[in-house]
């Protein structure tokens, strides 16, 4: 499978009668803060709460009958798989999910509203594979990894074809990074469309495995991560995704968990939406002075909305 904008294109049109076409925000106030022209993508607004849908959606009309016959199976913490269950759903097929016990209780009752079938398991990534492989055996449900998928990752890359449709001009585009698809998706449509474009994947420094790949030239595994970003607790980037990510995307950086929550807050406060830690990276990113935007036109992916409301992290002590 060649991955390029064709690709991505084509699974535009595949997805465009399942998704939202998301706003794009700007704030005066944040303007002026930074000294620059910053727009938000506000995934947080997608179908099912973020933009795994757009990956998901992909994925599911993707497959022949023969493939979607027993359903699907994935293992997510949560917006995946609240994703893919809504796509199987749209599609008339079963969806099976194996979620790590500790996985928010938003993202548990997202996924049980859209008639996802749980499997709960220990909270490491070795649990969560074997539990999938395990389901997929038992039922003949089709995997589709919540990342390491071409599929997966060209719909994701269908937010950039809008995001450059509505602002053609951007000089950088800051994306969260955990397992990779949605950046790799991101910097092959920004650099098809717009070749002098920067485009910086963001992820917590509990969680860099990208950031560590990269810099060694060949994928790093880590434990995993302890980050309040729950949506980027992966523990290595996708094989298939790699290659992609050395090749377009120009820097990985780092942030601090305080940087996210602070993030997280002055976003609520500025654009009034609501948006979970994992998408707060990209913006963190501009506070924490880790990439300088001065005077440039700024794209932020804001993944995803599925938070706990009644434990906002900066009600805590």
């Known amino acids: 499978m060649s ?5 991505i294109r084509a699974a535009h049109q595949r997805i465009r009668p399942f998704i939202k076409r998301t706003p794009v925000l700007t704030s005066e ?3 002026e803060l930074w000294g620059t022209r910053l727009f938000f993508k506000c995934e947080n607004l997608q179908a099912a709460g ?5 990956g998901a959606c992909n994925a599911v009309f993707s497959l022949t009958d023969a493939e979607a016959a027993n ?3 994935t293992h997510s913490s949560g917006n995946h798989a609240a994703a893919l269950a809504r796509a199987a759903q749209l599609r008339g097929i079963t969806a099976h999910i194996v979620m790590p ?3 928010p209780q938003s993202k548990i009752q997202n996924v049980g509203h859209y ?3 749980i499997t709960f398991c220990e909270a490491n990534l070795a649990a969560r594979e074997t539990a999938c492989a395990r389901v997929a055996a038992q039922t003949g449900a089709t995997i589709v990894h919540p990342f390491d ?3 997966v990752a060209a719909g994701q890359g269908t937010a950039t074809i809008e995001f450059l449709e509505d602002e053609p001009a951007l000089d950088f585009i800051l994306c969260p990074v955990g397992g990779g698809g949605l950046l790799c998706g991101t910097a092959v449509v920004a650099k098809a469309r717009r070749p002098g474009i920067k485009v910086i994947g963001v992820e917590p420094a509990l969680a860099d495995d990208v950031a560590q790949s990269l810099r060694a030239g060949k994928r790093i595994s880590i434990p995993t991560p302890a980050t309040i970003a729950d949506g980027l607790r ?3 980037t996708g094989e298939k995704n790699f290659p992609i990510i050395q090749q377009y995307v120009d820097e990985v950086v780092t942030v601090s968990e305080e940087g996210i929550v602070a993030a997280m807050r002055e976003l609520w406060e500025k654009l009034r939406i609501v948006i979970e830690p994992s998408a707060a990276v990209a913006y963190a990113a501009i506070r924490e002075g880790k990439v300088n935007v001065a005077g440039r036109r700024t794209g932020i992916i804001l993944t995803g909305g599925n938070v706990d409301l009644t434990t906002l992290p900066w009600m805590n002590p």
């Open 3 to 7: 991955f390029d904008l064709a690709l």
């Open 29 to 31: 106030a944040l303007d």
């Open 50 to 54: 973020a933009f795994k849908s757009r």
């Open 71 to 73: 359903g699907v199976v």
């Open 101 to 103: 016990a500790n996985a």
């Open 115 to 117: 008639g996802g079938w």
């Open 149 to 151: 998928d071409l599929r």
């Open 234 to 236: 992966t523990n290595c």
